[in-house]
């Protein structure tokens, strides 16, 4: 079984602070996405990486960036987090092939107070 | 600019009926559609897919039907039960590019399941 983990489940932040949040996966597969959810608004794509130290904008990069300094390992970090952060991060992997499903984490639900 | 739209944002359905949710896209390069389940507080999970060279894939209680010339798709749940009530996304993906394996979302139906 495929298992994507996430550092934490809930994090509550201040206006400001630089924020980490972490993703690992234990399938050596070489993609891995970071989304966010809102309500009414679904899943949009934060970055993305399909190999080590490579990584690629998705619909919504502005205030964030990432890091994959380890192939099972994929970071995304708010350089200074604001109230419109406020959000469900969901971290995913995939294989490369022929299938394309994505495996998810179990969200962190991130407040920036 | 949304290529995949769910416009339906809820849908509420007597247990043993059947669910139809929809799913229109509009870039006819996609080649892979899939569906996902997602219950509050937990990641999405897989649920079914279909390539674009298919019009039916069926798994269990779960069917889904592609309709390429109307750019549509649809999932078909029979017998409804109450613990399939969640949010589903319908997803697509392109093969080529550089964008290889990227997912498409749409904005989600809730499906409630009621007794």
């Given amino acids: ?113 | 600019d949304q290529q995949v739209k769910q416009n339906s944002p809820s849908l509420s359905v007597q247990e043993g009926r059947i669910s139809i949710l929809n799913c229109d896209y509009t870039n006819s390069m996609f080649d892979y559609f899939l569906w996902y389940k997602k219950y509050p507080a937990e990641g999405p999970t897989f649920l079914i897919s279909i390539s674009s060279i298919k019009d039916k894939n069926e798994d269990g209680r779960f069917t889904v039907f592609l309709n390429k010339s109307a750019k549509h798709l649809s999932l078909h749940i029979v017998p409804s039960q109450p613990g399939d009530s969640a949010v589903y996304f319908c997803a697509a993906s392109l093969h080529r590019g550089s964008t290889l394996g990227r997912l498409y979302f749409g904005r989600g139906t809730q499906l409630t399941v009621w007794p």
């Avoid at chain 1, 994507?4 to 201040?14: A, E, G, I, N, P």
């Avoid at chain 1, 399938?27 to 949009?44: A, I, S, T, V």
């Avoid at chain 1, 964030?64 to 469900?88: D, G, H, P, W």
């Fill in chain 1, 1 to 113: 079984d495929v298992k994507v983990t996430q550092s934490s489940r809930y994090l509550v932040k201040r206006t400001g602070e630089k924020v980490f949040l972490e993703c690992v996966q234990d399938m050596d597969h070489e993609n891995m996405f970071w989304y966010r959810q809102d309500p009414g608004l679904g899943l949009r794509l934060i970055y993305f990486s399909y190999d080590v130290k490579m990584k690629e904008k998705g619909d919504i990069p502005e205030g964030y960036s990432v890091s994959r300094e380890k192939k099972e390992r994929f970071s995304l970090i708010l350089e200074s987090a604001s109230t419109n952060q406020t959000s469900m991060y969901l971290c995913a992997s995939r294989a490369t092939g022929v299938a394309y499903e994505q495996y998810f984490g179990p969200g962190t639900r991130l407040t920036v107070t």
